[in-house]
């Protein structure tokens, strides 16, 4: 009977992939999975220490905006005082031609699409900027910045560094999205951030984790790419 429930415990273990056996070798617990998580308890929390950095890298910063209005809205009314606050958004250079978003009809570039996604981006990113160099101005936060550079072409994924302590990642999903351009309707083989998954990295995991590896090559490539060939939005 102790034997059925062990292996019936193991089955019930290896369905959920917290298990995997190995021919020969035995049974071995699998190093934590990441599931799908939400952004913004996580960047609440963050604004809850006393110095706070976020690194973002994707398309436009539209989920990154909504998600760090309520804490400065919090610093605000005096409910988190944080001292030192520094964020960074690495965004596509809308100038240039895009292979994706593109035409559906002749998978091109569409400069109109371009200056379309170029307000989208300058709002959400400009009101971040504008916002947190706000508390700066008027003595809330001490040390507070709010940077944008601009680099090549919008990536396929979105990413977010809390603290040089926690990663998250997900992909943009493409799908057709038919838009007005010129007075005309286009259809676009378009990016949608808004419902992409987030997975979850953090260095509590363990120094020896996928997970920590993961948050320490995400803060190095963002650093990389930052400091080479992103530039200042002119």
């Excluded at 699998?30 to 939400?38: F, H, L, Q």
């Excluded at 964020?87 to 031609?97: A, K, S, Y």
Aim: charged letters at 25%.
């Amino acid at each position: 009977m102790a034997r059925q429930t062990i292996q019936q415990a193991i089955r019930i273990l290896r369905d959920d992939g917290l298990i995997v056996s190995r021919q020969g070798s035995g049974v071995f617990v699998r190093e934590k999975t990441a599931r799908p998580v939400g952004l913004r308890p996580h960047i609440e929390e963050a604004f809850k220490r006393s110095e706070v950095s976020i690194d973002f890298a994707g398309f436009s910063g539209e989920t990154l905006h909504g998600a760090v209005m309520e804490a400065l809205d919090n610093i605000r009314a005096g409910r988190l005082t944080p001292e030192r606050i520094s964020i960074r958004l690495l965004l596509p250079d809308t100038n240039r031609p895009w292979s994706l978003p593109c035409r559906v009809d002749n998978g091109q570039d569409e400069p109109l699409f371009r200056q379309r996604a170029e307000k989208i981006i300058s709002r959400h990113a400009q009101a971040i900027v504008d916002s947190v160099h706000e508390l700066r101005d008027l003595g809330l936060v001490t040390h507070a910045s709010a940077e944008v550079r601009i680099s090549g072409e919008p990536p396929r994924f979105k990413m977010y560094v809390i603290n040089g302590e926690e990663a998250f990642f997900g992909y943009y999903a493409v799908a057709e999205h038919t838009v007005a351009l010129g007075g005309e309707p286009v259809t676009m083989f378009d990016l949608m951030g808004k419902d992409t998954e987030l997975f979850h990295f953090a260095l509590s995991d363990g120094p020896d984790s996928t997970s920590c590896q993961y948050v320490q090559q995400s803060s190095a490539w963002f650093d990389a790419v930052w400091n080479s060939v992103a530039r200042e939005v002119s």
